[in-house]
């Protein structure tokens, strides 16, 4: 009889995405929502997206059917669409979220976090054990348009590109913003910040602040970004996407500590329960 060989099957990476609160005067739709951009992101170079409700009372369940996890934008420090308790929540979750990681990672076992825009804010503080007061040490640096990546020196993230890729988004508007805060590099808060996290590059905003565009920690494998990749809006911009991408879910695969298995939890619209999700 021929021998019989045990098939192999390649891990399938599953990247968590926590939702958004729900603004305030949509909250008859559902209590948050997900822009259907970051799952097509996550989902470009392969990687199942796993929603995460920012509300859930449940989240260890989730963080263990993951391989990593990432923080969407928003506008939750705005008091006009937002309350306080939308805002208390969203910060507990992703405390909760850090801090599971930090411990994975002393451990040994390799758990990435992404944080894009809001996400990105929020987890370049979280190295400080702040407990509030986040947007009190964010500065104003408003960008509402196409921009450069302009690299700070080397990094795990720039090494994952290309070089003939890293010399066109050096020069060229492909990289999308969207945001009114963040981090000018000569701040004595960024300085602070410098001391666990590396910036991978920087930009210029309106008002002439040169602001920390990416960076990631030093000691884990936690990267933010201040615009938005799940956004391309020209063709180089998809590609840039498209390789951050794939960074990403291949850093989630060095988490070889669970053998998750895949539930789709949502892919379009409205769940009937305290955690329902609106995609959209």
Not at 129 to 149: C, E, M, S, V, W
Request: with cysteine; aromatic share 12%; proline share 5%.
């Amino acid at each position: 009889m021929p021998r019989q060989t045990k098939r192999r099957t390649r891990k399938k990476v599953q990247i968590g995405i926590v939702t958004a609160p729900m603004p305030t005067q949509h909250l008859d739709q559902a209590p948050s929502y997900l822009d259907k951009a970051y799952a097509s992101w996550v989902e470009m170079a392969g990687a199942n997206a796993v929603l995460i409700p920012y509300n859930s009372d449940s989240i260890a369940t989730y963080l263990s059917m993951v391989h990593g996890v990432v923080w969407v934008g928003g506008a939750i420090e705005n008091t006009k669409t937002h309350t306080k308790e939308q805002y208390a929540t969203l910060v507990r979750t992703f405390r909760e979220i850090f801090d599971h990681a930090v411990r994975e990672n002393d451990r040994g076992n390799y758990f990435p976090l992404w944080g894009t825009c809001l996400g990105f804010d929020l987890l370049a503080m979280m190295g400080e054990n702040l407990t509030d007061g986040y947007f009190q040490r964010i500065q104003h640096a408003t960008k509402f348009r196409l921009g450069p990546l302009i690299f700070n020196g080397s990094s795990r993230i720039r090494s994952s590109l290309p070089m003939a890729l890293q010399k066109k988004v050096a020069v060229s508007p492909v990289v999308h913003h969207l945001h009114e805060y963040g981090f000018d590099v000569s701040s004595p808060h960024t300085k602070k910040l410098r001391s666990y996290l590396k910036i991978v590059s920087v930009d210029d905003a309106a008002n002439g602040v040169r602001f920390m565009n990416m960076f990631e920690y030093k000691k884990y494998p936690f990267y933010g970004c201040q615009w938005h990749p799940e956004k391309p809006l020209t063709d180089l911009g998809v590609q840039l996407s498209y390789t951050l991408s794939l960074f990403l879910k291949k850093e989630c695969a060095k988490n070889n500590s669970i053998t998750p298995t895949w539930t789709k939890l949502a892919q379009s619209g409205t769940f009937k329960s305290k955690y329902s999700v609106l995609v959209k």
